[in-house]
């Protein structure tokens, strides 16, 4: 059980890496656009700490207020949660 949520986490943040990446690679071409919400759901379903580094590795949406704070705060929510399940499954 662990490794599946281990391997899912792992996939999540690699799309969430690599959607950033592509985000900005089609915004210097003005191409069509990942739209923001996809890039939230990535997120929220597990990729924050891929999101959050793709945004400073391609150096993507770090003037917008609501990726500055929302991408950290998700992960601390996932960081929180993973603690709380942690906790719960080995305690």
């Known amino acids: 059980m662990l490794w599946m949520l281990s391997a899912y986490l792992i996939i999540m943040n690699i799309a969430g890496l690599f959607f950033m990446g592509i985000d900005k690679a089609k915004a ?3 191409a069509w656009r990942i739209p923001e ?3 939230f759901l990535v997120s ?3 990729g924050s700490a891929g999101t959050w580094a ?3 590795l391609f150096r993507h949406k770090t003037r917008h207020w609501q990726f500055v704070i929302g ?5 601390i ?3 929180i949660l993973a603690v709380y399940v942690l906790y719960r499954l080995l305690g």
């Open 28 to 30: 210097k071409r003005h």
């Open 37 to 39: 919400k996809m890039l």
């Open 44 to 46: 929220m379903l597990g």
């Open 54 to 56: 793709g945004m400073y």
């Open 71 to 75: 991408m950290p705060s998700i992960l």
């Open 77 to 79: 929510f996932h960081i």
